[in-house]
């Protein structure tokens, strides 16, 4: 029941640009996606509710696409802040609507 | 800063050990959830409440035990503490019951020695 998130990690130059897949085995009432730097607390991204929704925040972005049961997170000319956790998390009718987490993908770019 | 605030920041102890972690949501959050991040692991979530009320469990060892009060705030217990119970617990809350936005607290360390 757990979303895939691919790749697990994923080590960039800066300015180089990464994508992130959270994939569910399940029909995705929303995407959620946050970001969590070593020792720190998760910060929200982005929620993502319709099916072909696309969101943007700065450099980063993210889509829905709700047949295919996954959502991309897409990041952009990526700077050193970037480096961190990538978690995502699905919402399904059928649960209940609780929020369950990815395993995360670590990305880390380099100067 | 979320709004939400966590205590203590860190706690060493020794196994066998019990502590309270506290948490105080974003104010007028009703929502409040717990979750235990072991090193460079990702979240597991342990429980929820919304409004006082138990909503959902996890994957919560019945050595936890977990509240929340009428001022919304909560406090998780963890008894006969193990070697393996070291971890980072985040609490998060939301105003909403399951959807919406989770802030969190920056988090409670946890060490059994």
């Known amino acids: 029941q757990q979303p895939v998130q691919s790749p697990q990690a994923v080590i960039l130059r800066e300015g180089e640009d990464a994508v992130i897949n959270c994939s569910s085995s399940k029909a995705l009432y929303s995407v959620h996606w946050y970001r969590q730097k070593h020792g720190e607390a998760p910060v929200f991204l982005m929620i993502l509710l319709k099916g072909g929704e696309q969101k943007g925040h700065e450099k980063i972005s993210a889509s829905f696409n709700e047949k295919k049961q996954q959502s991309s997170l897409y990041l952009t000319a990526s700077q050193l802040s970037y480096s961190g956790t990538y978690f995502c998390?699905?919402?399904?009718?059928?649960?209940?609507?609780?929020?369950?987490w990815g395993a995360g993908t670590k990305l880390i770019i380099k100067p | 800063d979320s709004g939400v605030t966590q205590t203590p920041k860190h706690l060493i102890t020794a196994t066998g050990q019990r502590v309270t972690l506290r948490c105080s949501p974003r104010s007028g959050d009703l929502s409040v959830y717990w979750y235990q991040q072991s090193l460079d692991q990702g979240l597991q979530f342990l429980i929820q409440y919304y409004n006082g009320e138990e909503r959902a469990k996890g994957n919560i060892l019945e050595r936890f035990s977990a509240q929340q009060f009428p001022d919304l705030h909560s406090e998780l217990n963890l008894s006969s503490l193990e070697l393996g119970d070291s971890a980072l617990y985040f609490c998060?809350?939301?105003?909403?019951?399951?959807?919406?936005?989770?802030?969190f607290g920056e988090g409670s360390r946890l060490t059994v020695l």
């Open positions: 998060a809350s939301s105003g909403q019951l399951n959807t919406g936005e989770l802030f």
């Open positions: 998390g699905t919402r399904h009718r059928d649960s209940n609507y609780q929020l369950i």
